[in-house]
T-cell receptor, first 117, second 110 residues
Framework: DVKVTQSSRYLVKRTGEKVFLECVQDMDHENMFWYRQDPGLGLRLIYFSYDVKMKEKGDIPEGYSVSREKKERFSLILESASTNQTSMYLC????????????????FGPGTRLTVL | GENVEQHPSTLSVQEGDSAVIKCTYSDSASNYFPWYKQELGKRPQLIIDIRSNVGEKKDQRIAVTLNKTAKHFSLHITETQPEDSAVYFCAAIGYSTLTFGKGTMLLVSP
């Protein structure tokens, strides 16, 4: 059974702080994703990683960076948090090894609800 | 890039009725169409998917249809039950794009 965990369920930070959100998967998946979920906007991809140290920008990468030093761990970094980054952040992973990396089933973590004051 | 429109945004049905959620996509290169269900306070989970070489796929009470010519696909839930109440997301995926619809909140009343 695939397990994707995120470091916090709820997080409150102040404007300008550096914020780290961590995601860990235990199924040796190649691909990992970070999304943000906002009411009425659905799921929007921030960044995608298909291998250690490899990353691709998604639709809304501005204000975010990522780090993948180990296969099982994918971190989302807000260099200087702003109030418009208040959101639910969802991590996901998928098996990988496909010529079309997005077409593998994605398994989501429980989400981190971040509030920036 | 890809644009996915999902309708309706909210759908209320009586238990036992059928529910249909429709999505349209813009990129003709999209070839994989998953549907995710997200119950309140829980993570999204894949419930069914379809690839572009197939027109219809069924799994018990859930079915998905795909019309590549018209670039639309639909989720059909028959004999709805209260536990079907959730937000449903469609997505259209190609090699280099991954786009979700904005979601449909399905409410099934007993």
């Amino acid at each position: 059974d695939v397990k994707v965990t995120q470091s916090s369920r709820y997080l409150v930070k102040r404007t300008g702080e550096k914020v780290f959100l961590e995601c860990v998967q235990d199924m040796d998946h190649e691909n990992m994703f970070w999304y943000r979920q906002d009411p009425g906007l659905g799921l929007r991809l921030i960044y995608f990683s298909y291998d250690v140290k490899m990353k691709e920008k998604g639709d809304i990468p501005e204000g975010y960076s990522v780090s993948r030093e180990k296969k099982e761990r994918f971190s989302l970094i807000l260099e200087s948090a702003s109030t418009n980054q208040t959101s639910m952040y969802l991590c996901a992973s998928s098996f990988g090894g496909s010529s079309q990396p997005y077409t593998d089933t994605q398994y989501f973590g429980p989400g981190t609800r971040l509030t920036v004051l | 890039g890809e644009n996915v429109e999902q309708h309706p945004s909210t759908l209320s049905v009586q238990e036992g009725d059928s529910a249909v959620i429709k999505c349209t996509y813009s990129d003709s290169a999209s070839n994989y169409f998953p549907w995710y269900k997200q119950e309140l306070g829980k993570r999204p989970q894949l419930i069914i998917d379809i690839r572009s070489n197939v027109g219809e796929k069924k799994d018990q009470r859930i079915a998905v249809t795909l019309n590549k010519t018209a670039k639309h696909f639909s989720l059909h839930i028959t004999e709805t039950q209260p536990e079907d109440s959730a937000v449903y997301f469609c997505a259209a995926i190609g090699y280099s794009t991954l786009t979700f619809g904005k979601g449909t909140m399905l409410l099934v009343s007993p």
